[in-house]
């Protein structure tokens, strides 16, 4: 039976004062800690990391539909599908809680134009019952969550959206200071039963790799939950929600390390849950869903979470016993998709109906939870003249190229020498051959100046191929800067030694010879080297100098510990980056910055009014490759 009372509650129930655990952490009421006996299901339907990606997208898949494995597409996600299933499982199920776990801003030009206004506006047809702030609600200090707030409280919901962050204490230079819209938790009651959800936000990584200001303060996860729940349970409230923008291993953590809770629901790593046979879909499932630990009471916890980017809606069970205990939990992770499938590839032939069955017996027979939804018309009507501004905004010119900014994976005149769109004016550059790509470098100079400003970055790493095009002579345009860096990836801290970069560079070089798989070729900001293709792997990289603040080069020191930024994509592995894939746990930390947004608030960060500002070629010293030979083929 799950009645706990921490001893130093004893006392105060001695006398029958408690304080009340609804959010209102500074008033005193009269209570007895009756424990409820009644048993209770409730449904939770939740989203988290949004990060404004309002409108659909398209995913591909492979399907046989009478002659051999085919690609198709269908469009996926957009919030005006996770709107319409969301009211429609409202309408459906008994004991609806409405839960948005964090991150609903920053990462598309939605959030640039509107400074999240948009977002809350689409989550307003939603109407959610909680949400919890993200590390991302802070990028713009704490007045950017109060104007995030101030716009979900302009919405038309019945009841404003609980906002709950119990390990928060904001600073007197902070707009919300002694504020009473944000609490540290609520309580809710369904059925005669009350239940407690209690929010928290990763406190190191928001401190550290986001904006708030100085005096805000975040405590500790696993303590602050703790003290949150013990208070709760002294009150005979026993079932415990914790609403989480902690990522997936924390919130595992917090699970183990705590009594007294239930169900986690969670964000901030961009976790996807769900059955194995989305492997074959091209999607990697991290675990179950929900994923089923213990407590250190040797209780049922369920951990949900539900991906990223309006791709999925989580649909999660739970029956609680009449002592607040789990007794069960099930449910899916809606993966959101459109009704027209198309064949991949230009004049492919259109799908017939009889193929389109073929495919969902398929995705049947799989047991992949694709749910096909009609986008809800109330929130497309909202996004409509958003969507209109974002259109015009990419055709805002933002600057302009001094020289021509040549595209080249890897130096040398064998290899990646016939990419560029500018033709000869780059494919025979001796300075491109000499020393890689122009944009390739200008990027990883602009990832490292965004890591600087989140969490003072020594060096970035980026891969050839995930720049993807020239920047001509002149003027530059918003739409430009996301046609170069055109990939869903964010950027990522990564505490690394000097022996870890080293073996890192070898890694992405090894990918260009072993693999001939040119887009591994690596550029930094921060350091410069020099590679020797004829030499075996562990050798080929040498001279390797590290930037200091005064733009001079010293050897890098294999033994120290320094601060890198990346992206998730060479992060987790890709392209052979098989170093940075080890390095886990605290020193990793996902900044969770869109990659081709930070490459425009570099441009926004330079010299002169916005449209003048001029970038042109870096200084020679500063390419990381500083000098190139290549094996003769």
Not at 183 to 189: D, I, N
Not at 190 to 217: C, H, M, R, W, Y
Request: proline share 3%; charged share 25%.
């Amino acid at each position: 039976m799950k009645i706990h009372i921490p001893k130093h509650l004893l006392a105060l129930l001695s006398i029958g004062l408690f304080v009340s655990g609804c959010g209102e952490d500074d008033s005193v009421a009269a209570v007895q800690p009756t424990p409820q006996s009644k048993a209770l299901e409730l449904n939770i339907l939740h989203i988290n990391d949004h990060h404004s990606h309002l409108d659909e997208e398209n995913i591909k898949f492979k399907a046989d539909v009478g002659a051999g494995l085919e690609e198709f597409t269908v469009k996926s996600g957009g919030f005006a599908r996770v709107a319409a299933l969301i009211n429609q499982l409202t309408l459906e199920k008994k004991n609806v809680l409405k839960i948005h776990a964090g991150d609903a801003v920053t990462g598309d030009l939605y959030y640039n134009l509107t400074d999240g206004k948009a977002d809350a506006e689409a989550m307003n047809t939603v109407c959610f019952d909680t949400f919890t702030p993200g590390n991302h609600e802070f990028d713009s200090k704490d007045a950017g969550l109060k104007t995030f707030i101030d716009f979900l409280d302009q919405g038309s919901c019945p009841e404003k959206t609980k906002i709950l962050a119990a390990n928060i204490e904001f600073g007197s230079s902070s707009p919300l200071y002694q504020t009473k819209r944000i609490k540290k938790s609520q309580v809710f009651e369904k059925e005669g039963v009350k239940f407690a959800i209690i929010g928290l936000t990763v406190a190191k990584k928001t401190k550290n790799s986001s904006q708030p200001n100085a005096d805000t303060i975040f405590t500790d996860e696993i303590e602050t939950a703790q003290k949150e729940i013990d208070r709760y349970e002294a009150q005979g409230i026993n079932n415990i929600i914790l609403q989480t923008h902690v990522g997936y291993d924390l919130d595992q953590q917090l699970a183990k390390s705590l009594t007294g809770v239930d169900v986690i629901v969670g964000g901030d790593s961009h976790t996807l849950l769900g059955p194995e046979s989305l492997k074959k879909y091209a999607m990697t499932p991290e675990g179950a869903y929900p994923t089923q630990l213990k407590n250190k009471q040797g209780q049922l916890v369920c951990i949900a979470q539900a991906w990223q980017y309006s791709y999925i809606v989580g649909d999660l069970n739970v029956k609680f016993d009449r002592n607040g205990n789990v007794e069960s939990c099930s449910g899916t992770p809606h993966i959101l998709i459109g009704h027209d499938f198309n064949r991949s590839g230009k004049d492919a032939k259109a799908v017939t109906d009889p193929e389109k069955q073929i495919i969902f017996n398929q995705f049947n027979t799989d047991q992949v939870p694709f749910k096909m939804v009609t986008p809800l018309q109330k929130t497309l009507d909202i996004l409509k003249s958003y969507q209109e501004q974002k259109k015009s905004f990419a055709q805002t010119i933002i600057g302009r190229a001094t020289d021509n900014l040549c595209s080249r994976r890897v130096p040398g005149i064998q290899r990646d020498v016939n990419r560029s769109t500018l033709g000869d004016a780059c494919n025979k550059n001796t300075h491109v051959d000499q020393h890689g790509g122009d944009i390739q470098q200008i990027v990883a100079e602009a990832f490292l100046q965004q890591g600087k400003t989140f969490f003072a970055a020594d060096i970035s790493f980026q891969n050839g191929g995930g720049v993807r095009e020239d920047v001509a002579l002149g003027d530059v345009n918003v739409g430009k800067i996301y046609n170069v860096l055109p990939f869903k990836n964010t950027l990522l801290r990564l505490d690394m030694t000097g022996t870890e970069i080293k073996a890192t560079l070898e890694d992405a070089i090894d990918g260009v010879i072993a693999q001939n798989n040119t887009g591994s070729y690596p550029y930094t900001s921060g350091l410069r080297w020099k590679v020797d293709f004829t030499k075996d792997k562990g050798q080929r990289v040498t001279d390797i100098e590290l930037r200091n603040t005064l733009g001079l080069y010293s050897a890098l020191d294999l033994n120290k510990s320094y601060k890198v930024i990346t992206i998730d994509f060479l992060a987790n592995g890709g392209d052979y980056y098989t170093t940075l894939k080890t390095i886990q746990g605290e020193r990793r930390i996902n900044v969770g910055l869109d990659y081709a947004e930070a490459f425009l608030l570099y441009i926004q960060s330079l010299d002169g009014p916005l449209g003048e500002k001029k970038t042109g070629k870096l200084e020679s010293a500063h390419y990381s490759t500083q000098l190139f030979i290549d094996k003769i083929k």
